[in-house]
């Protein structure tokens, strides 16, 4: 082979490899996903704040639809009638008489307008506004719930990313310390005893990193679902637990909550909509003024009754139900209306003082949970602490043959679940206070 045709292939292999890495670097994410990233994600693409997004469009369209009574109708009309036998009559000297055409034609063009009905319309479109509203908050309970359970999930999959990195290190210690186990072994300065227990302990630590493992995969998938994006699409999350102060006054948190709660505004528009609809049963015998008014051309008039003529009708009337003053007549109808207007009424305001009653309680319970989290938290602390200054103490009187290898192994594996003691309580920190900021009705949005 020439130097010449060497050269060549170096320079295609080259470019073979500059190509793939180009291509690798063209599918690999460039930009690590925040947490409030993954929440605007979520809330761009899932169904759930779809749906209740069209749920407000269709409550938007019957707010108008509801709004057409306030407009005249008018339409347009064409009539045909063939009448027989005619009726007619005969003077002599005149001959025969028609009274009408055999072929009879109405045309017309009319229009009718209820001009008073005591607020009628306008209280069946007052309830059509209050449905709005509540889609409105229907979606925002939808978002929040969502953003939170991304939250949740997100920092879920940190907190499993960094128990695995520290089992990993666990596993490898232990690794390290069957090595040394053996070349004991084969020294004769340790059993065959050290070295199984060492084994087993491996054994563990691995299985725990297993079982980790698939917490994370399904977690993983569960945020894949939130954000709407395919099981390959790569989840380079960008975040870190860490604690931010936060003000514990239950009183305080419990009136900021009341305020700021979806679901208590969910509450206020069920009892506006109780109310909106027992207007419109007091409304419902309410008298009405409506005109009416018509112009078009038709036959039949004397003398010529086959010449097409104008001609106009102009209408007022009045409509007053006499159910207003005798009930029966409208099967007491009015009546009733109110009453099931009322007992929906009376039940919203009772479950507007449920809702309060679990507001203050989810506070008091949040603050209660972020308390305890924070002990937990600086108890776990101590406790890594104190794990790595025994392991230290373990190591040396190891290395100087005071104790044994089970107790070094007993050292090493309490430094380690000292570490994920101390994560799990950073997480649930973490957690906690979402939760609290959850309970009181902030947006994180």
Not at 84 to 106: E, M, R, T
Not at 346 to 352: I, M, N, P, R, T
Not at 396 to 423: I, P, W
């Amino acid at each position: 082979m020439t130097y010449k045709t060497t050269d060549k292939l170096l320079l295609i292999l080259v470019a073979l490899l500059a190509g793939t890495a180009f291509a690798a670097a063209q599918k690999a994410p460039t930009d690590s996903i925040t947490v409030e990233q993954a929440v605007q994600m979520v809330l761009a693409a899932n169904p759930a704040v779809q749906q209740a997004t069209h749920a407000i469009e269709a409550s938007t369209a019957h707010v108008a639809v509801s709004r057409s009574s306030l407009y005249p109708e008018a339409g347009v009309s064409l009539n045909y009638v063939r009448l027989g036998p005619v009726a007619a009559f005969s003077f002599p000297g005149f001959g025969s008489l028609s009274l009408y055409p055999l072929d009879n034609y109405d045309e017309h063009i009319g229009a009718s307008a209820t001009l008073f009905d005591f607020d009628k319309r306008q209280k069946t479109i007052d309830v059509a506004n209050r449905d709005v509203e509540n889609a409105k908050d229907r979606l925002a309970m939808s978002r929040q719930s969502l953003a939170y359970q991304t939250i949740q999930t997100f920092y879920a999959i940190l907190f499993l990313r960094q128990s695995i990195g520290v089992q990993v290190d666990e596993i490898s210690t232990l690794n390290e310390h069957l090595l040394l186990t053996r070349k004991k072994v084969e020294a004769g300065t340790a059993t065959d005893f050290d070295a199984l227990t060492t084994q087993v302990r491996v054994a563990t630590a691995q299985s725990q990193r297993i079982g980790l493992s698939n917490s994370l995969a399904s977690t993983e998938i569960s945020l894949r679902r939130l954000l709407g994006v395919p099981a390959a699409f790569p989840l380079t999350l960008a975040g870190q637990f860490g604690e931010t102060p936060v003000s514990l006054n239950t009183d305080s948190l419990t009136q900021i909550a009341l305020q700021n709660r979806v679901d208590m505004k969910l509450a206020d528009d069920q009892i506006a909509s109780a109310r909106a609809r027992y207007g419109v049963a007091s409304s419902l015998d309410n008298p009405s003024l409506n005109v009416a008014f018509a112009y078009g051309f038709k036959n039949g008039y004397e003398p010529n009754i086959y010449a097409w003529r104008g001609n106009f009708a102009a209408a007022v009337q009045v409509q007053m139900p006499l159910s207003g003053v005798v009930p029966f007549f409208g099967g007491y109808r009015k009546d009733n209306m109110q009453e099931e207007a009322s007992a929906t009424l009376q039940g919203a305001e009772s479950y507007k003082n449920s809702v309060a009653q679990q507001v203050a309680a989810d506070v008091q319970k949040s603050i209660a949970d972020l308390k305890a989290s924070k002990d937990r938290l600086e108890t776990a602390d101590v406790a890594v602490q104190q794990a790595s200054t025994a392991l230290n103490v373990a190591r040396g009187r190891y290395q100087a043959g005071t104790v044994t290898n089970l107790d070094l192994l007993d050292a090493e594996t309490a430094l380690s679940q000292a570490k994920l003691m101390r994560l799990e309580a950073l997480y649930h920190v973490v957690i906690g206070r979402h939760e609290l900021e959850q309970a009181i009705g902030t947006r994180t949005w």
